[in-house]
Every structure is written in C-alpha cells, then in structure tokens.
C-alpha cells in the first residue's frame, strides 16, 4: 500500500468521529423536532440553533404553530423563554397549556409596525430567549441578516413566519418550508435545508398533552 495512502487512512480512521463526509447530513447543534421522520432531514437531527428558520403556511390555521409545539414545550419544561412576536391573533392561552406550554415562559410582544417587531424579535435572540417566533412579510435581505446574526449571538432558534409568495427569493435562512393542506395532517415542502436534505413529506401534528 502506499504509504500516503496508509497515513490517510489512518488518520481518517482516528479522526472518524470529529470528520464530516460529503455524504452525510452536516453535524450541528440542534433541537428535536418532535417528528422522527422530520429530525432525519435537519442537521444536528432537529432545528438548528442559532439560525434562521422560515416557515411559509399556505393559509393560516394549517399547523404553522403546532409544529414548533414539542420543540417549544421542552424549552418552557427547562425554563427558558419563548417569545411570540406580532402573531396574526391573540395567543390563547388555555390553548397553549393543553399543549404543555409553560405561561410563565412565554413572551408575547404586541407591536403595530414590522419594523418594531423586528427589532424587538433581535433583542430577544440576542439575549438568548430559547426560540423567538416572528410573524413578518419583510423582503429586505439586510433585514433578514439581522435576524440570523441574531439568532446566531445569543444561539436562539429564529422562527420566521412569511407569506409563501416570498420562497421565490433569496434568504439566508438555514431551513425553509413550504406548508400545505394533507389528509393525514400537514406536507412540508423542505426548500432548503443547510446541510440536510430537501424533499417532502407529511406530519402527523403534536397533539395537547395530558
């Protein structure tokens, strides 16, 4: 065997556990989803922390919220902070404790403009709230790189909810999905997804806890 070869093969071979492949799905932190089938396809096996996540519903009311659920209620078991910015409605708050969310954990910031419910969605990421979800048609690249330099300071999950319209541009966001209406629950077109693997399948969504 050549001797470079037999080197190479070698430190490979030590080095195996602290080496990414080409092959395989690129290793960061994350946070489970709650979905097996949905974990498979994230890097880290989950949603990636310190990063911008996009999701794009077809209509309200399709699940938008109820995917982020299991991930949001192990973060309010531990105590961190989960903040809800500009939502379409009034979060309900009976709702959310049927689904095994923490009210003394839970954050909810009124603001009339996008602009200040931006800039409120980056001081909570920046200051390490567990994940910061944002209710926003904004179309300005700078103004999402804001969101993921945010999201990357305080290594906070950047939960971005925009019209899907708007998958047709650019954006810096680590995962992007499309959802829409399933007999079984929701389809979750994965558009982009760093490190993962795009495609598409159908979830189940979280049911209350009891």
């Given at each position: 065997?050549n001797?470079?070869?037999?080197?190479?093969?070698?430190?490979?071979?030590?080095?195996q556990?602290?080496?990414?492949?080409?092959?395989?799905?690129?290793?960061?932190?994350?946070?489970?989803?709650?979905?097996?089938?949905?974990?498979?396809?994230?890097?880290?096996?989950?949603?990636?922390?310190?990063?911008l996540?996009?999701?794009?519903?077809?209509?309200?009311?399709?699940?938008?919220?109820r995917?982020?659920?299991?991930?949001?209620?192990?973060?309010?078991?531990?105590?961190r902070?989960?903040?809800?910015?500009?939502?379409?409605?009034?979060?309900?708050?009976?709702?959310?404790?049927?689904?095994?969310?923490?009210l003394?954990?839970?954050?909810?910031?009124?603001?009339?403009?996008?602009?200040?419910?931006?800039?409120?969605?980056?001081?909570?990421?920046?200051?390490?709230?567990?994940?910061?979800?944002?209710?926003?048609?904004?179309?300005?690249?700078?103004?999402?790189?804001?969101?993921?330099?945010?999201?990357?300071?305080?290594?906070?999950?950047?939960?971005?909810?925009?019209?899907?319209?708007?998958?047709?541009?650019?954006?810096?966001?680590?995962?992007?999905?499309?959802?829409?209406?399933?007999?079984?629950?929701?389809c979750?077109?994965?558009?982009?997804?760093?490190?993962?693997?795009?495609?598409?399948?159908?979830?189940?969504?979280?049911?209350?806890?009891?």
């Open positions: 065997m001797p470079l070869s037999e080197s190479l093969e070698s430190l490979l071979h030590r080095a556990h602290s080496l990414w492949r080409g092959g395989e799905i690129a290793r960061s932190d994350a946070r489970t989803t709650g979905y097996r089938t949905l974990d498979e396809r994230l890097p880290g096996g989950g949603w990636p922390t310190g990063a996540i996009e999701i794009s519903p077809q209509c309200e009311g399709l699940g938008e919220l995917l982020t659920l299991p991930a949001l209620r192990a973060w309010c078991e531990e105590g902070n989960v903040a809800f910015v500009r939502p379409p409605h009034i979060p309900y708050a009976p709702a959310l404790v049927r689904y095994g969310l923490t003394k954990s839970l954050i909810w910031v009124v603001a009339d403009l996008d602009e200040d419910a931006r800039w409120a969605a980056e001081q909570l990421l920046r200051e390490g709230a567990a994940a910061v979800l944002l209710w926003s048609a904004v179309r300005e690249d700078r103004a999402l790189r804001r969101l993921q330099l945010a999201a990357e300071a305080g290594k906070s999950c950047a939960f971005l909810y925009r019209p899907p319209a708007l998958l047709s541009q650019a954006s810096p966001a680590a995962v992007r999905i499309a959802l829409s209406a399933a007999d079984a629950g929701v979750l077109d994965l558009v982009k997804v760093r490190g993962g693997r795009s495609g598409r399948l159908t979830l189940p969504l979280a049911a209350p806890a009891t």
